[in-house]
């Protein structure tokens, strides 16, 4: 067996990384599409909100196996060859992230409402200006909506495992790591890994409740 | 040169979806006293302010601010009209900062100086009573304080037409009194055109004796009769 | 947490992140099947090829079934495989080029130290599993379509023999973790000896019967076919065929040792 702490960093390091910057890239799409979501009036508003809400709660395999048909070099965006990198599994964690990242931003805009904005306006702030203005009282609610995005993605093992591919230092994470250590009986190192996998689970949680706390 | 009048002259407001429609024929607002409007919720008085405010149009009609009507083509001027109103709504909103910056901010956007600033918050702060609290973040004050400081944040840009929409619905009474006090001095000091809405008539009669009866989006008693004819 | 910790907090896993999608050198994915992979053989043979041609090689272990099939997707770009007739029909289907056999081990017959089914008297692979089918002993499967997966459905059919889903469990997964599961159930099994070297001293299951043709179990290379995929890394993937069946690889293959047990013997041709 390799040094086993070499090891182990890279595990961990790869769960941050990808769960850091799918949550990431999925903040960038959410908060637009929150906003809008909150505040635009269109005929199937309602509807769209509702969708969003259910595909909190698509199965991570589902999405898994979506995306793998897509991206094996079989599939219809087989040319971009992503399949077993991080970049795939980071593309699935964005699908899973998604939905319940837009739908807390859709949520807690809509109880913001446009009082922010029109304050602003009304003391004589631009719209650019009084749109930031905007974001930055909404920006609680960003957070919040990254935290949740984040616990969700970083504790999955389906999108990781089917578009990762679970190879050794490279997209190899915490989750699959595990299925894998036990599978093989070794479970010192896996438990060693869940000890891991809650502490920054918990973490998560605390910080969550830190802005709870504030309000 | 100081604006002195506000007027609306046949103006109707519907809302769609709702009965309520705003008429008024001739209403005129001077700067020499206080005005209050009174009556009922949904009889008109946010209404008027919001047309005046520049956050509605009428359906009919048009809101003059020395005779000149709002929503002209040149939008420079109506810009620079917007920022001599100061308006605080009903449904006030502090910002996610402590007292000093969330007062401070209007002066800020309009790209004052830093110790200008300073000096423009620190004298309007003792008004309201609000010294103490200058650190202090908003979401710890208590009702009359964060009324207060809404009024204040408003007040520091020293805006010749004055809109307060229900200034001190369920706050205490000693914080009740010190705001309208601070609201008379005010006045006075600066000539500004002060439109207060109320649905209290008690406190309107504390304000000023120009009061301004409405109910049904109708004024039903423009107060005293010499008021319109007055000139300055 | 301060605006600066955030700030460095950010940075390293963004440059983490970099440095995992960047490509260090080039990369050879390799296919192959997950006996193999967690006897620990490629663990140690592999780096030796990565430093020399500066190059990484992604491993994805699946049964051999499947990695035949990510080969034939052009998901990998070389197999490594223990499956003659399905390696066969990859060559010539035109998926595969420079098919070549790598080393050898066996399977064995695993199960409970009291042998109910008396596996241990069997003359030969056919007559064990008869036993354990006229006794109806638990037998655990892989049932993944890998290489050991292939060959134990074949001794039963061989035998005209038609396992009975009360005594007989499939998992669907790799060795190590069909042989967990056996080692759980006290039940018989087939694995590849080299898994078993590997798990010996984990589990209580043990080796009942062994030897014979019909349970020898040869290992192949097979490059995937440029024409098919060609963004296949077919050039590195003859520059690691021409490696593992060099002079110098057998002799480490040969030396690799688990415990005290040589799992692997080169083939003695090429």
Known sequence: MLSLDREFLSIVMVSLSVSFASTFLSVLLAIPVGIWLATARFKGRQITITILNTSMSIPTVVIGLFLYSLLSRQGPLGGLGILFTPAAMIAGQCILAFPIIAATITGGVSNLGNKPYIAARLLGASHTRSTFLFLREAKLIVMTSALAGFGRVFSEIGVSMMLGGNIRFYTRNITTAIALETSRGEFGLGIALGIVLLTVAFLINAIAYSFRKAR | ?232 | MSGIQKVILFTTLVANMVALTAEAGETLRLGTTTSLYESGLLDYLLPVFEARNNCKLHVISAGTGKAIQLGKNGDVDVLLVHAQEAEVTFVKEGYGLHRTELMHNDFIVLGPKEDPAGVRTAVDAAAAVRKIYNTAQPFVSRGDDSGTDKREKTLWSQSGLKPDASWYMETGQGMTATLMIADEKNAYCLADRSTWLFNKGKIRLELLFQGGKDLFNPYSVIAVNPQKHPHANYLLSKVFIKWLTSPECKKLINDYKIGDSQPFFTSSDK
């Open chain 2, 1 to 232: 040169m100081m604006i002195s009048s506000v007027k609306l002259e046949n103006v109707t407001k519907r809302y769609n979806g709702t009965p309520f429609c705003l008429q008024i024929d001739n209403l005129e607002f001077h700067n020499r006293d206080i005005h209050v409007i009174v009556g009922p919720n949904g009889s008109g008085k946010s209404t008027i302010l919001n047309l005046i405010a520049f956050l509605d149009r009428p359906d009919a009609g048009c809101v003059l601010i020395d005779g000149r009507p709002l929503f002209n083509h040149d939008r420079d001027v109506d810009n620079q009209l917007r920022k001599r109103i100061g308006y605080v709504r009903q449904n006030r909103y502090l910002f996610d900062m402590n007292v000093f910056d969330n007062v401070a901010l209007g002066l800020r956007i309009r790209k004052q100086p830093k110790n200008e600033i300073a000096s423009q918050v620190d004298s309007i702060l003792p008004l309201f009573k609000l010294e103490h609290l200058e650190k202090r973040s908003v979401k710890s004050l208590s009702k009359g304080e964060y009324q207060k400081v809404a009024i204040a944040q408003v007040l520091v840009l020293k805006p010749e037409i004055i809109l307060i929409d229900e200034p001190d619905a369920n706050i205490d009474a000693l914080s009740k009194i010190s705001i309208e006090e601070t609201i008379k001095k005010i006045q006075k000091e600066r000539n500004s055109v002060v439109i207060m809405t109320t649905h209290s008539l008690k406190q309107a009669h504390r304000m000023s004796p120009r009061i301004i009866s409405m109910r049904d989006g109708k004024v039903i008693d423009s107060g005293e009769e010499n008021f319109f004819f007055e000139n300055k």
